[in-house]
């Protein structure tokens, strides 16, 4: 831990004297490590760790900043101990010690089931119905303090989508929204965040700037919701970023030409991640992308023009989930070096990096990760 935090120090007084040089001027070793942080992976259907995996030898190798987990990296006999162990090992190779991330909504966003071994959860629209804060902080609880004994520190979670248009496809019939009122979705979110933060667990809300009114998937297509997006929607983020306890922010891919009128999804607009997150709604945490090979992102923006936007748009930490065919996967040593390229090529810069590696390591700090 010593170790680890010497070389933090060394590179944060590094990047704390550059503004926005080349990168030409900068130690390679230094630039890597920061890109490497900005990174989060999925790591396939692995259950344990295996030398000779190709995802996991790489990860070794680098700086990532993290994995996120999925219900295929779950032992269906052993489902507890086994992922125990699984994470434990992750962190154990871990240069850096690492967000260990996981979709647990409850109900029907659930990777943790109870025929794994875990309790039973209850969906975001089941709680809003009974509308009980009380039993919204109790789930949450137990939630959270699950992660916690797993060693789980990131929840991409609650969603603070507005229930708007009811043959939602990916938000309501789904369960995930507490409602269509603002002030209900901020209340119960709270709760859930409060759940979280006590037990050190960063969440992310999302997806930012509002996805309930949606009819498409940005899993499969672009999702165009210019005429049906309500400046309500931002009512959640503005007073969960005012009472000062968001940790994280998922950014969603849908397009909104109401916020940015070149039509780019949420992920790589600039108007809507700096000038309306950052600079408008005052919020300073880390700002997470959604998975960066759905669908809305790649069919029509391409692996590398849509991480250049991405990061110079607002996007701290790049999330690729790999839940696709092998011929379409992505390895960290692909994505590290694309972006050192465009970095020395001029396309991203470097202004962002930094102020992306500040935020993680801050945060990492935060909940004890680092010293």
Same mark, same amino acid.
Not at 48 to 72: C, H, P, Q, R, T
Not at 161 to 171: C, F, P, Q, R, T
Not at 240 to 249: A, K, P, S, Y
């Given at each position: 831990? +010593? ?22 001027? /900068?130690?390679?070793?230094? =630039? ?12 396939? *259907? ?12 790489? #990860? ?6 993290? /994995? ?5 990296n779950i032992n269906k006999k052993r489902g507890k101990h086994h992922l125990k162990i699984l994470i434990d090992e992750v962190q154990r190779i871990s240069q850096i ?10 109900? &029907? ?6 025929e794994y071994g875990f309790h039973q959860t209850k969906s975001a629209k089941y709680l809003g119905q009974l509308n009980n804060l009380d039993s919204t902080y109790y789930?949450?609880?137990?939630? $959270? $303090? ?5 060693? @789980? ?18 938000? #309501?019939?789904?369960? +995930? ?5 603002p002030e209900k979705v901020h209340f119960h979110a709270l709760k859930f965040i409060k759940a979280h933060n006590e037990n050190n667990i960063i969440t992310a809300i ?8 949606? $009819? ?7 999702? *165009? ?15 969960? %970023? ?6 994280? @922010? ?26 309306? =997150? +950052?600079?408008?709604?005052? #919020?300073?945490?880390? %700002?997470?992308?959604?998975?960066? !090979? ?24 790049? =999330?690729?989930?790999?839940? !696709? ?8 040593? !692909? ?7 465009? %970095?020395?090529?001029?396309? @991203? $810069? ?13 945060? &990492? ?7």
């Open positions: 831990m +010593r170790i680890i935090s010497i070389i933090l120090f060394s590179i944060i007084l590094n990047f704390n004297s550059v503004s926005n040089k080349r990168a030409n001027n /900068i130690q390679s070793d230094s =630039l890597r490590l920061k890109i490497s942080q900005m990174l989060i992976f999925g790591i396939g *259907d692995l259950q344990k760790v295996l030398e000779s995996d190709s995802m996991l030898e790489a #990860y070794s190798k680098n700086y990532l900043g993290g /994995i996120i987990l999925f219900e295929k010690p690492s967000f260990i991330a996981i979709d647990e909504e409850g109900g &029907k966003v659930n990777r943790l089931k109870p789930y949450a609880k137990l939630t $959270s $303090s699950l992660l916690k004994e797993l060693g @789980i520190n990131v929840n991409f979670a609650p969603t603070v989508d507005l229930a708007l248009n009811l043959e939602n496809s990916v938000i #309501y019939k789904y369960e +995930r929204s507490y409602g269509k009122d999302k997806h930012f700037p509002g996805h309930g009114s949606s $009819s498409t998937d940005t899993h499969k297509e672009v999702t *165009d919701v210019s005429k049906s997006w309500i400046i309500e929607e931002l009512f959640p983020y503005q007073k969960l %970023i005012d009472e000062g306890v968001v940790t994280g @922010i998922m950014s969603s891919h849908v397009v909104n030409s109401q916020l940015d009128d070149s039509m780019l999804p949420a992920t790589l607009s600039k108007k809507t991640l700096t000038t309306l =997150l +950052r600079e408008f709604l005052s #919020y300073k945490g880390l %700002i997470f992308s959604d998975d960066m !090979q759905m669908s809305a992102i790649t069919k029509y923006y391409g692996l590398e023009n849509s991480i250049i936007m991405a990061i110079n748009g607002g996007i701290d930490v790049l =999330l690729f989930s790999n839940n !696709q065919t092998a011929k379409n996967k992505v390895s960290p040593e !692909q994505i590290i070096s694309l972006i050192e390229k465009n %970095i020395e090529d001029g396309n @991203i $810069s470097m202004l962002r990096i930094n102020e992306s590696f500040r935020r993680i390591i801050k945060l &990492k700090k935060k909940i004890n990760l680092i010293d």
